[in-house]
């Protein structure tokens, strides 16, 4: 048992700091908008699909919409995973994931604005070690500023829709201690594990907090809380330069 | 709009009041477990079936497993659903609440003193008016308490597995107040909506509030996560009447 | 083998008599008719759905069209079967079903005067003890009579289009001796089942009779359709009381 | 109207006479039974193949099983159907009509002496013109027969298992009378239409009628089962010559 | 392996000879044009059904379309495949084949000529002994004809769109010799199998080699498409005998 | 007309010249072996992974098995394609082009020294502007290798069971003259399409070309093939440096 706590001890950084994260943006020849997000060794490959027609629940009230779609390629992962399309449909995380991920970015912008429009994110994750979601989050922001940034200079919004940056970070109690931003082997071995979507105003979009096998007090919840609200504006620093080199 | 306030308005019972909650229990002859929950005009089913083998990724390791699947009758709705056996597979709803009750009842049991065995709750909804994925965890302990209270009953367990009850309640923000257990029609006209599931000792299990439309300050957030403090130990009790009986 | 014979003697009614048969109506609150039907331990709800549209093959004629759909919820059996939307497709059984409930049901009404409208009537066992598929007519019947009631009501059709109710019973051989409404532990034991639907003024809709096992001679399959002309009518009166509360 | 009624008119056949019967027999050089047949323009190729194991439900049980699959090539009818593998599924048509072949058929061995084999009639339509399923059961069992030849042949049964001739044929009222062997354009006019499988001692394996248009008094069902006992007999000496070859 | 290689001598032909090859016409009273090809035991059934519309991705274009299916019945082979319909989809396998056969036979049809008309070919396997696409195609060509045919007779185009007969033989390398028309027994045995596709102007329309096992020097690969350039005109004397009839 | 001429213009190389190519090796940190090739905007990742079991049909032979699975990024195209998972299976056109893959690098492997091991090569488009499948054999052949010096460098080999490079190569006809790797838009306005696979001492793996709708003398098939052999060459040097870096 001492063995596992000593491979989870973190060496190369403090508890309450990020891996390191880069976002390399317009990756994508085709796309509208992309980026490629980096948090340590989860790499995640967004682009941003403008599509001019929105689906049927929202045909004729003049507004636009903003969905997701999450993959993993099939040796993302330690072990490889069959391939969904293989499999004949997604799987419920996954399409767990994308619907957190489509809520989370409505989130930035005012869909009110965007014309019968809709855009499509795309998060494929080409490496994983824990937090996939997250980063989808971080770097499909960028993407759609992006594709939001292109229909601005071609004259074809009015008005700019975009509010406010989003992004996201999981957070978790690991050997007692809780942590930000946990890597795979952190996040397999901890029981406790919150995802955190906030806006750049600091305000909470989603709070998805599971505690299965040692249950929460309130207490740890809001220690919880208190630490995403510390790291999430590091990754508002990070999207703040992708987007200020367009 | 005026006019939709006024709808909106609780007229029977008070911002922080439950709805009406009968539990019936032992309603089905065959399963090992059942209740039928009512929370107001949301009527759940809920069984517990005993299987004498674990899924594949637990074989042989002498431990149980809880796992739970949900459905909704085609016409439980106001308009009628399409069957989703019809549709050829299950949402990404459908796997998302069932994934949640499944996590949600496990925290309530010791599976390492279950046995080799897999207990599967189904909660089929027999009529929705909001709050139907709290109504088939809360319904879904007390027909998994019975379950587990049989096999006690014929010598099948030596020690018994059942830790605490747990229970769930929806609370959002409706017209800017903070209500508990909201009916479908507070559901659909609130921006944000917090599902609370917790155990019987007062810890977290899950916590799952999404602000897609209205982000939230942390002040809400934090009255939210109170609110669902004060509400699900009414549902305690009636889980406590409800397995009183057996 | 004389246990076996044992345990099918029936003890407490006779051959040719009905088990306890019960109707409660309108126990949904959005649909537009419903009726829970107890058989004996067959428990099976049936709501009708008023859809103003047609199948694209009446499209344009001016006509409607009565449907249904079929399911078991997967503790209504002994034992748990999987969910057909997990399964990914409905079972031949089930396809077979509903064809039949739709057949029987169809020719209760006079479709040319339903207007470019379909009804369609959902059938969920809730509980199985043999003769699922007839209860389901039986009670069905009970859904579309509300459901065209509430039509007429509203003043939405110019005739009445219904033409006289429609029910159905079981009948087999069990132990050398015809007998009436099988349950489930009869209808596993006898070779010959047949499945007979009648209408009101004493015609037959449909026959369906299966001696996979024991074949049959003219003089036992006539036996059978005569101890089906004797029990059915003991429905219609059912029927009856359940719609003239109306 | 008079129009309609005229080309339904028989000319070339009485009401009580079937249409020309042939069937070829080993027509396939890889299935142990096989059988072509044609019932007018109704063309049916049967295979039975053998196959050295039982279904899951039926092992170490020391017998056998009899099964069926029923198909139709896309353009056996007069308009193109779509190929159900295009579809993703077989339609509830098809599973009801493969279900009645494996029942009728079954009734023509006993499964007992077949030791643990499952033989899987194949039956798939060339072309069609009314009386597809009748069709195939005729044929099928004329495969079925020559497969078992084989096995005894081969000295790989002890006892033949095979008990007696299988046939089937539809009957319907057109025009208000009771008519042998409907081909498509009188099944397609009639209301009335009720399939009976026979074995050769002048039993009854299966009836299926349905009266979904107008409903059946009593006397008529009763002429309906009286012709089919006329016709059914024809077929056997036309089976009986088929494997008289062999 | 001496035993093998007795088996793969060809007694009953040179290496550069075709089977008997036999093609039936018009023998199916739905479709509009329609061919059963033998090539020694391989037997194909063909149909050209007309349908008046195109593919959505031609719609309003003013031109035609020609696409094909390709399907085996379940015991066309040695043992008994499964049926794609139970399967849920079409395999790799069918999918690349009738893509191969449609692009085939559009080589032979100018389908500007055509009207917005699709003809769709289905192509079913009877029996098969290897080269079974490859008699597709040439089997298809046969009943695309009458297919044409039939709608210059009745006037409906202008202008005839046949360019020319297309033709299709499999060759390969058994026992280091190259041979045409390959059986089943010699496709398996042999590492190098080359479909070619030609036009009666002695243009090649497709060359599909492929040397998993054995990989091939130029200039055996010249001599396999020597060999089919020898070969298929055979193929168009006897596709001129089917047509010249009609 | 002439515009599209001039676009098609070769301006950057010429007709017997490939496009840049680049192989990154052991991209990915999991995977056995990876390498994401680069053929001009074309980007392929590509992985091997070991699994120590093989297909059913190679159960208990001591040999091994390579078989690859191909998929594009939604975005990967100049229109967003729907992701394979949403559509519930895979396309005609990605199965052909896995089966493709699979056999073009067994062509490079002894799999009979490979022990009971199947190494699965999987190609992810990430971007696409021709030539992908082609782009795949290439990269996938390096990925492999390097999952095999794996096996190697760890002693679970006992002899090398690679046997040669394997690359591949697009030639077609554009302007009536024939290019070496074509990209999409020379792709997509050519009739005629050659994919040519090779192995490193000049032999043939594959030919697959398709003259849909411009028809090809023998000399013209010849010229292509004779420009596939001056071609590839330059890819096994690619490959060969790629490798050497080891």
Not at 27 to 35: D, H, K, M
Request: negative net charge; contains cysteine; charged residues 20%.
């Amino acid at each position: 048992m001492e063995f596992i706590v000593e491979t989870l001890l973190r060496v190369d950084r403090s508890a309450t700091s990020l891996r390191n994260v880069k976002i390399e943006t317009q990756v994508n020849r085709y796309a509208e908008g992309s980026a490629l997000i980096h948090m340590g060794n989860t790499h995640v490959l967004c682009t941003a699909s403008v599509e001019e027609s929105v689906p049927s629940f929202l045909k004729g009230q003049g507004q636009g919409w903003i969905t997701a779609e999450y993959g993993m390629l099939p040796r993302s992962t330690h072990t490889r995973m069959k391939r969904e399309s293989a499999e004949g449909k997604a799987s419920g995380r996954t399409l767990e994931i994308q619907r957190l991920i489509g809520r989370a970015l409505r989130a930035s912008i005012d869909t009110s604005l965007l014309g019968e429009r809709c855009i499509r994110i795309d998060c494929d994750v080409l490496q994983a070690d824990g937090g996939t979601r997250c980063a989808s989050i971080t770097g499909g922001w960028v993407a759609l500023w992006y594709a939001i940034e292109g229909l601005m200079q071609r004259g074809m919004l009015v008005t700019d829709p975009r509010k406010q940056a989003v992004a996201a970070l999981s957070v978790g109690v690991v050997n007692g201690e809780p942590r930000l931003d946990l890597n795979y082997e952190e996040d397999s071995a901890c029981d406790t594990d919150l995802n955190a979507v906030m806006t750049a105003n600091g305000h909470w979009v989603e709070v998805q907090g599971t505690a299965e096998g040692q249950t929460l007090p309130r207490s740890t919840l809001n220690s919880l809380l208190d630490l995403a609200e510390l790291g999430i504006p590091e990754l508002f620093k990070i999207q703040s330069n992708a987007v200020r080199l367009a």
